[in-house]
């Protein structure tokens, strides 16, 4: 019964609970990484004191970050980014940001074997590599990180591959009802909760608390489906780590 107790405060508290506020800060327009640790000075125009504060490594070439997970990081450190755009995922290249921008020359870069509409899920067949003379700033290394994400525009065959050009296929829309659960400890709770934004399975939305009104961040785990608490935080961790190791 204590533990019942303990669990459903933590999720009272996450979902009623006043936000508290940092030091404003905005993500920079390029980022960049230089020495393999992503940090909140690479992200953030004025991080100040928490500009060394790690976020992410960097093995090789770019890295991919979960929006949610850098925005939890920076208010651990005070920081406070509202992300107003509501952005899912930040490339983070290596070099300067001068350096990083756009690679130009005849390159090599993944493109579009043929003709996507809007909505379509990307296939290994519908990706071919081709020569460019310049390669988009997000274009990915590897075709693992776009397959099986859906077009987000009609795409045309013989174009180069951009991560803006594709997302997680939808499950939770805005405005949907979903099923917010909190499970720890052996102890699961759920309550009704309103999706403020929509998203595919291992992405973060923003979802209310019809009662309090209070937003909190939530993992989408499937249709009308989302969770907090323990169990989020790790399967943001497990996306964030799959993205990264593209």
């Known amino acids: 019964m204590r533990v019942l107790a303990t669990s459903l405060a933590v999720l009272v508290t996450a979902l009623a609970g006043p936000a ?18 992503v940090t ?22 770019s890295v991919m970050l979960d929006a949610g997970l850098v925005q939890a990081a920076a208010r651990r450190a005070g920081l406070d980014w509202a992300n107003a755009q509501g952005l899912r995922k930040i490339v983070v290249r290596g070099g300067t940001p001068a350096a990083a921008a756009v690679q130009r020359g005849n390159v090599e870069v993944l493109t579009w074997a043929r003709n996507l509409s809007a909505g379509e899920l990307v296939q290994p067949t519908d990706l071919v590599w081709g020569k460019a003379a310049a390669a988009p700033a997000d274009a990915p290394n590897d ?38 659960t909190y499970d720890a400890d052996g102890v699961s709770l759920a309550l009704q909760a309103k999706a403020l934004s929509g998203g595919g399975v291992g992405e973060t939305i923003n979802v209310q608390n019809p009662s309090s009104k209070k937003i909190v961040q939530a993992v989408v785990t499937g249709p009308g489906q989302a969770a907090v608490g323990p169990a989020a935080d790790m399967l943001r961790l497990n996306r964030s780590t799959r993205v990264a190791l593209r």
């Open 20 to 37: 508290l506020a940092g030091q404003p800060v905005t993500l920079k327009a390029d980022a960049a990484d230089a020495d393999g640790i």
């Open 40 to 61: 909140l000075g690479d992200l953030f125009d004025g991080a100040g004191a928490a500009a060394q504060v790690p976020v992410a490594a960097r093995p090789a070439g």
């Open 143 to 180: 075709p693992d990180a776009v397959i099986g994400l859906a077009a987000k525009r009609p795409l045309r065959a013989g174009a180069p591959v951009a991560a803006r050009d594709v997302a997680a296929l939808a499950v939770v829309k805005a405005g949907d009802v979903v099923t917010l």
